[in-house]
């Protein structure tokens, strides 16, 4: 929605919470208000979680004409409560109806509501951030019936969360040309994360999950589609991070917006052509220096090569489906926990097995274009390249802004509020 790190917002560390007073800053542009002013039509539906402690922090306030969702993390998929609160809504309104179906059902249908009501003679954004495939793992039972032969549930739950998803993809691709709308669109799916390994995901052999900095928690796949295109299914393997979607779509989109102080740098060039090289050689997985206060927490890609320097995060191994032992479950359980309350990890109390895998402190280099599962740890053996890549940290250092995580808000309690999760209480 920036263009921007984290770390350039103070988000660096972990998410927004419920109940944390604390947003995107509202002085920086979002997307949509940049579509807006190209004469767009700017639509959400789906999860924001990029704060509502305040009106001014929530979609319709930050470039959207409408939106329909949540505003928190996470939620139950049917009756849409977390953390004993109802978090539905449709603009600025509790939409109660929504409890009870299945949120790609109900996303699906505002959806082709949208798109068939769209006015033609004006362009169309619709950003539709899909509750699929987070936790908690929920599906019909009919999506996950389609995979017997998967024995973990885990997995086969989110096999068939998947399923549903991709069939509320299709139904985007139906209603745009029921509308007579998909020969002049453009389609973006991507990813924010790599998968929760002791939520179903599968991220093998790619090393750890979400919640690591390595790559099997933040290497991700994309895929963009358009009949405009003259060819059609090419590989792009140009270095892409997430903060570049927004000058692409600008550019895409034929609007015309420069930040100098945006992280992210057009690919659309690439994107259409699939041999011009990536603009991008660098990408900072992340700069959180509230973990130690010495070394912190950082890595950084450059060219082929990637440093990890500091806590690298709770999934240190290489997991199948179902392989994690109920013994580290338990204990990464325990540090999530921790994390989540306090935003530090405390280490005593936890298992003498997990320590001795995990320490707090860690120094990494790989080469992830040859070593793609980062199985081989270099760091020793390049002296000349670790200096160069923490020079790199260093110049990002100048540029990083605290984290901005405070403790949860007894004001934002759903209570306060008829039991929904509401803004206004910062």
């Not at 009949?227 to 979607?245: A, E, I, N, S, T």
């Not at 989540?340 to 707090?360: C, R």
């Amino acid at each position: 929605m920036t263009g921007l790190y984290p770390f350039r917002l103070g988000l660096q560390h972990l998410v927004i919470y419920r109940g944390q007073p604390v947003c995107v800053p509202t002085n920086r542009t979002f997307l949509p208000q940049v579509l807006k002013q190209q004469g767009y039509a700017t639509h959400m539906i789906g999860k924001w979680h990029l704060g509502f402690c305040k009106w001014e922090c929530t979609p319709t306030y930050r470039g959207f004409d409408s939106f329909f969702g949540y505003y928190n993390s996470m939620e139950d998929y049917y009756n849409k409560t977390y953390d004993n609160g109802y978090d539905f809504r449709d603009g600025k309104d509790v939409y109660r109806a929504a409890n009870g179906t299945y949120s790609s059902y109900l996303y699906t249908e505002r959806m082709e509501q949208v798109i068939a009501s769209h006015d033609q003679r004006q362009p169309l954004f619709l950003y539709l951030p899909f509750q699929n495939v987070h936790e908690p793992l929920e599906v019909p039972k009919n999506y996950s019936d389609l995979y017997p032969n998967i024995k973990d549930e885990a997995r086969r739950t989110l096999s068939g969360m998947v399923t549903a998803l991709d069939d509320a993809v299709g139904s985007v691709v139906a209603a745009l040309k029921k509308k007579g709308l998909y020969e002049q669109s453009l389609i973006v799916f991507t990813a924010d994360n790599g998968g929760w390994v002791t939520y179903g995901g599968n991220n093998y052999p790619l090393r750890g999950g979400k919640f690591t900095v390595f790559e099997g928690g933040t290497r991700s796949v994309a895929f963009v589609h358009s009949p405009m295109f003259g060819q059609k299914g090419f590989r792009y393997d140009g270095l892409m991070h997430m903060v570049d979607w927004f000058p692409t779509l600008v550019e895409a989109s034929g609007s015309t917006y420069t930040d100098p102080d945006q992280d992210g740098v057009s690919q659309w060039s690439s994107l259409q052509t699939f041999s011009t090289p990536s603009k991008r050689q660098e990408v900072v997985y992340n700069l959180d220096l509230s973990i130690d206060p010495i070394q912190g927490r950082a890595a950084i890609r450059v060219g082929d090569f990637k440093l990890v320097a500091g806590f690298p995060g709770l999934y240190p191994d290489w997991y199948k489906p179902g392989q994690i032992t109920s013994d580290a479950l338990a204990n990464i359980s325990h540090l999530a926990h921790q994390i989540s309350d306090t935003g530090h990890i405390n280490w005593s109390g936890v298992s003498e097995t997990l320590i001795a895998m995990e320490p707090p402190i860690f120094c990494y280099l790989f080469n992830v274009t040859d070593d793609p599962t980062e199985s081989k740890n270099i760091y020793d053996k390049h002296p000349d390249i670790v200096q160069q890549l923490e020079a790199r940290l260093a110049y990002h250092k100048t540029r990083y802004v605290p984290p901005d995580f405070p403790p949860y808000t007894p004001e934002a309690d759903p209570s306060r509020f008829g039991g929904v999760w509401t803004p206004g209480w910062c």
